[in-house]
């Protein structure tokens, strides 16, 4: 069993940073896919990237590309969601989440088995 609790979030103003950090217990942390989603109110949930087992390779949505880096520490046990250029529609609960493998529907939430408690992101002026 793979216990996920998120952390990092909070109010931001349009134009400013945030960095999330996903940190795991239990499992073998370091053998998994963690992907990172995000839910604004009365939306779906909708992906934000993937980091794989390594490190090596990471998926994002289109439209966060250049704007949103996911990174990982195994020896923490933790993963990153850095968030630059922030804008009012990133407002929204962020999830990470854990998955086996890399396959191609690890944009989906159903790929993913563990899920954290979430993080609130707030940006507004």
């Known amino acids: 069993q793979v216990q996920l609790v998120e952390s990092g979030g909070g109010w931001v103003q349009p134009g400013g940073s945030l960095k999330l950090t996903c940190a795991a217990s239990g499992g073998t942390f370091s053998t998994l896919t963690i992907g990172w989603f995000r839910q604004a109110p009365e939306k779906e949930r909708e992906f934000v990237g993937a980091?794989?087992?390594?490190?090596?390779?990471?998926d994002y949505l289109d439209s966060l590309k250049g704007r949103f880096t996911i990174s990982r520490d195994n020896a923490k046990n933790t993963v990153y969601l850095q968030m630059n250029s922030l804008k009012p529609e990133d407002t929204a609960d962020y999830y990470c989440a854990a998955g086996l493998g890399w396959g191609p529907k690890r944009d989906s939430p159903h790929f993913y088995n563990y899920w954290g408690q979430g993080t609130q992101v707030t940006v507004s002026s």
């Open positions: 980091i794989n087992w390594s490190g090596t390779t990471t």
